[in-house]
């Protein structure tokens, strides 16, 4: 049975697409048929993740100009250019499948454009129910992962009505969290009343490492900055979980050395012994037990 | 095994799950002359006819309205119908059961009647089972109950709520025992019996409701259901009449199957058993989908785009030129006819629709895109393209050159079942596409004025290839805006048509 799993926040930049194709790479990785979903219509960014040109891409295949098999890429090669933790290569079970949205200003325009009319709005969402439904019977996927454009927009909202799972991505700084009572409320709920799992997917979190400037020092009023940023974060998190009804599934500390890594995207397999790639493992775990 | 027979049900809850449903209680509320004495009656009716045995219990009802009520029952039936009243039931030598803490003599008294009469049933069917005794009125190992208490608002005015509550709770027991199927009935509706409805919620498996509203001179009765268990509410209904002779006709499975159902979330035609939301059919697996997107952006939002049963489509409407000239051999027209089916059939822009209706018309097609509005000019393009290089091997001399006028045009649609019991398309959108095809001459593709101008709005690439001809005026006086695409050397046609000229 296919999970369906979306990635969404209130506010961009939360890491929605550095977790999303991290996640569908470690899965294929070990032996699950992923399809990845570039939904992030008005932002698309998996191309650069995978260094992949598609000839036609989501947007073709909403208007009917090209076929689900044109628009999902197999992008299982790619994993072989990993080495895994022990050295060995992935599963040669596993598939990375990668359908992804158009970048081309003239497309995105074309694509918005068409939501405004009712009569072509209709067609489009029909044609993005059979996107998830030719996936499902075509390519027996283990997992489709959705990666969303933040916020309340209209694909937005299609893909959490089409997923079982919603990870809500977000950091802990007061806009992130006011959008996401505001989300919880406006949107989730909808959703979770009629069987969506959704969860809280903490990223860039204090406590991975001492920033520079306090490290080696031994300014105790540093130090207790440091203590108390961490303990506040874990209190805040408690309390907006408690508030929204929704359960934290992973909390990911800033890995400084993947901020400044530039073109660098495939983390969790470029190096299988960071803490990152290790906290990909867990969510994966944690995916298996909804 | 017998059928169940629950009337209306299947249309509520699809067949599938009807056979499903082989036991358990369910509850219909009716307002006041909306028919719930009449279903009861339909219900033990069927369930006779199907072989089972059947109790009514009925509070307010004396013998000779009983047997007035099924006096079209044979003899041969009626010996599996046993009626009880609990107001009339004799009470003599019996005490309260004091097993089911009913407390009230006639409520325990009704219930050892419908025990012993099971009973009774059940020697029957052992005496018959031992001496093999074939005889189509006597029960067997496989013998089917249906139990019908009507109705419980009635029982309230007659004994304490408390004493019927344990009796009903007591009947559930027996009911579950036997594997029967059970109806109770209450007046009112599912808001004025909240209070009951609670404290008995957990014995109903279905719970039902009669709509009655006045329409002019007749009443139109309908019944909804309520809940089902483990489906929640699905808020499905089936409308249906009382006839003269008190028997409740409901829309029927075939009348209900020819009717076209289109999905509420993403129009197109359901050809499965379909799933009721407030009323609208739906595709199973979009059910969902559309309440959390109703939730989410508004229930008008999801439900506005067009009207249940009609579809907005776009349409290409081809014919072959001069195809019915008498100098033109039959082979020759067979030929054309062949080569034009076969070029389309090949071109990207149909292979490539997966929402497509075909209607041949003989010396063409008419082809219905439901999703895409640019398809039909894509198709005309690529078209034009694939005769460009099959006529390179014709001439016009001997009759093989093949020339085609295009019409294309959007607008609503309904979906038809022709006589093969194919799903067809028909309506206004498909005609305004032959009236435009109709003016061009070989060669044209021309478009209607809204159609065109949607495309136009789309993108700008069809600014430099459809170009307005004008208003022209077709069959029965009506005037519309023709638009003509064309590219020199490419496709279409771009001189001013004949009859636009004329």
Known sequence: ?290 | MPELSIPGLSSLVGQAATEKFDSGIILLMSPPGGGKTLYCRQMIIESLQNGSACIYINSSMTRKEYQNLFDTITDEKIDKLKFLNPYLVSTSNKESDPSTSINEPKLSATLQEIQNTIDQWSSVTNTNTETTQKSTSSLNDHTKYAIVLDSLTHMFTLFEEDKVLKFVNALSFLIKELEATALITMSGTQSSNGEILNKLSSIFDIVVEIEAQEDSDKIKRKLKLVSIKGGGSKSASAPFNIEEDGKLKFESEASAKSKLSICGLCKAPILEEPEYYLDMPFHHNHVSIYMKLAGAFGQARVSDVGPSGVIDAAFFFVDVVGLSDPALSVRRQIEKIEALNDMIGHCDTFKKASDKRVLPTGDGMAIGFMLSPESPLQLGIDLHQALKKYNSHTNKQDGSFLDVRIGLASGSVFIVNDVNSNQNIWGPGIIFARRVMDVGDGGHILLAGPLAESLLALDDKYRTIVNLLGDFQVKHGQIIKIYSAYSPNEFGNSAIPGRFKS
């Open chain 1, 1 to 290: 049975m296919t999970k369906c799993i979306a990635f969404h926040s209130y506010k961009g930049g939360t890491g929605k697409s550095t977790i999303s194709s991290n996640l569908s790479a470690t899965l294929a990785r070990k032996g699950l048929t992923a399809v990845l979903l570039d939904l992030d219509v008005y932002a698309p960014s998996l191309q650069d993740y995978f260094q992949w040109q598609p000839q036609k891409s989501i947007n073709d295949y909403l208007f009917e100009n090209a076929t689900v098999e044109e628009v999902i890429h197999d992008l299982s090669p790619v994993l072989n250019k990993f080495p895994s933790n022990n050295g060995e290569q992935s599963d040669s079970k596993g598939k990375l499948l990668v359908a992804f949205s158009s970048t081309s200003k003239d497309e995105i325009y074309k694509l918005d454009g068409a939501v405004r009319q009712e009569g072509s709005k209709i067609q489009l969402l029909r044609k993005f129910l059979m996107l998830r439904e030719e996936i499902v019977s075509k390519y027996n996927a283990d997992f489709i992962i959705i990666d969303t454009s933040p916020g309340i927009r209209y694909w937005s909202i299609n893909s959490l009505a089409i997923a079982d799972t919603i990870l809500l991505s977000l950091k802990l700084d007061g806009i992130d969290l006011k959008g996401t009572r505001l989300l919880a409320k406006e949107i989730y709920d909808s959703l979770t009343k009629l069987g969506t799992k959704s969860y809280l997917l903490l990223n860039r979190a204090a406590g991975y490492c001492l920033p520079p400037n306090l490290s080696g020092e031994n300014n105790s009023s540093n130090q207790e900055l440091y203590k108390t940023t961490v303990d506040n974060q874990s209190t805040v998190i408690s309390k907006l979980s408690a508030d929204i009804s929704m359960d934290t599934i992973l909390s990911i500390p800033c890995y400084c050395d993947i901020q400044f890594d530039s073109n660098e995207f495939l983390t969790a397999l470029r190096y299988p012994d960071h803490p990152f790639a290790g906290k990909i493992d867990a969510l994966i775990e944690q995916l298996k037990k909804i």
